[in-house]
């Protein structure tokens, strides 16, 4: 069963043919920014899976775990949609709230707890890691 993702405007869809191998809510700086503030949770999927239909804009930055990164927007409405790493070629990460389906797959860690918030809200229920997780 093929997912779908998009952005806000339309311009972009997303068809992903593969199952997610993973879903982490990550509170680095970068992501508190592309989310406004609360961070944000991730899917990794099969980067060969991944189809894009639309223009995506790509801005490279680097990581808080040092990886240099590639996230990936809407040109138009600005909507984050990407991110992919040099560091793992073979997976691109697609933001949950992108989906058409945002309820996917929950995170299952919560990573760089040690950049969230003072109000920020942690799932009790799964592993926490202060920084990127050992695996």
């Given at each position: ?9 339309g311009q972009v869809r997303i068809t992903i043919d593969a199952e ?101 809200c942690h799932d009790p229920g799964i592993p ?8």
């Open positions: 069963m093929a997912h779908h993702a998009g952005c806000l405007c997610p191998t993973g879903a982490r809510h990550c509170w680095c700086r970068l992501c508190q920014y592309l989310s406004a503030g609360g961070g944000t949770v991730n899917l990794a999927f099969p980067s060969d899976a991944v189809q894009v239909d639309g223009d995506i804009c790509w801005h490279d930055s680097v990581a808080d775990s040092g990886n240099a990164m590639q996230r990936g927007f809407c040109p138009r409405c600005g909507t984050p949609l990407l991110s992919r790493t040099e560091a793992r070629p073979a997976v691109m990460i697609v933001r949950a709230g992108a989906l058409d389906n945002p309820s996917l797959l929950a995170p299952q860690m919560e990573i760089w707890t040690s950049a969230a918030p003072d109000w920020a926490h890691y202060p920084e990127q997780n050992p695996q």
